[in-house]
């Protein structure tokens, strides 16, 4: 069914699978809508025997995570052609063979949903579910997208105790939808920077404190010029999986 009212779609899901299918029919930014069904429609060379998924691409990962890694939106020919956060593309290659060396997820690589990945512990999400022109929403479509994170941080409450944000845009749009989540901001808000912490304090119907942590996006503009490297991505994750309580 498709849905042209995140927010009231989103705070009927009562399980953070229902959410995930939900996502999937949304059709709420018609620039987006138009976008991504463009790229599924004309498709890269590289890619012209896939059928794209060419729609919203929902969370990845268990409903009982501990750590949330928050990204920016998926890439045209990545998510919105495999259908899963990442997957597909070289930020996503980074990203998972961190993920894999530091216990977090059981193989190094993933191509496309139902490959078989496993994540240990850790989901993965982003502030705006449709692949944007040029990788590069508008303030509009953040905040339309906005009650879709809002509703996975609250179900994702009783357990979550680490978020990873890669990149400015996610950091910025965190905040914001933490405290719509019941998660209050410190005052003024957190500056954003690789490695940087934020200790948030528990709060009803939590289990525990939350700590956010920033890294810098594994954008191939990021990790081709040395700004970002594997050992980086590692450091963040090892520090949010132990902040976690993750084994």
Do not use: K
């Not at 944007?132 to 179900?155: F, G, I, K, Q, S």
């Not at 965190?174 to 490695?195: E, I, K, N, S, V």
Request: hydrophobic share 40%.
């Amino acid at each position: 069914m498709a849905v042209l009212e995140p927010e009231r779609a989103a705070a009927g899901a009562r399980s953070v699978a229902e959410l995930d299918e939900v996502i999937a029919g949304c059709r709420a930014c018609p620039r987006l809508v138009a976008w991504r069904e463009e790229a599924a429609r004309v498709r890269r060379p590289a890619y012209r025997e896939w059928e794209y998924w060419g729609r919203p691409v929902p969370g990845f990962g268990p409903g009982d995570a501990a750590v949330l890694v928050v990204g920016l939106a998926p890439a045209a020919h990545g998510g919105n052609r495999t259908g899963r956060m990442f997957t597909g593309d070289r930020a996503g290659d980074v990203l998972f063979r961190a993920l894999y060396d530091v216990g977090l997820a059981d193989r190094p690589t993933s191509t496309r949903r139902g490959d078989g990945m496993t994540l240990r512990g850790v989901r993965m999400t982003a502030p705006v579910h449709c692949a944007p022109p040029a990788n590069r929403p508008t303030v509009e479509e953040r905040d339309t997208c906005r009650a879709w994170l809002v509703r996975e941080l609250r179900l994702l409450r009783p357990t979550l105790r680490s978020v990873v944000v890669l990149g400015g845009f996610g950091w910025q749009a965190l905040w914001p939808t933490l405290a719509a989540a019941g998660r209050p901001a410190p005052r003024p808000r957190p500056r954003f920077g690789h490695g940087a912490r934020v200790a948030l304090p528990a709060v009803a119907g939590a289990g525990g404190p939350l700590t956010v942590f920033g890294c810098y996006h594994v954008s191939q503009q990021n990790t081709f010029t040395g700004r970002l490297t594997p050992a980086m991505v590692r450091e963040v994750l090892t520090e949010a999986a132990r902040a976690a309580d993750l084994r």
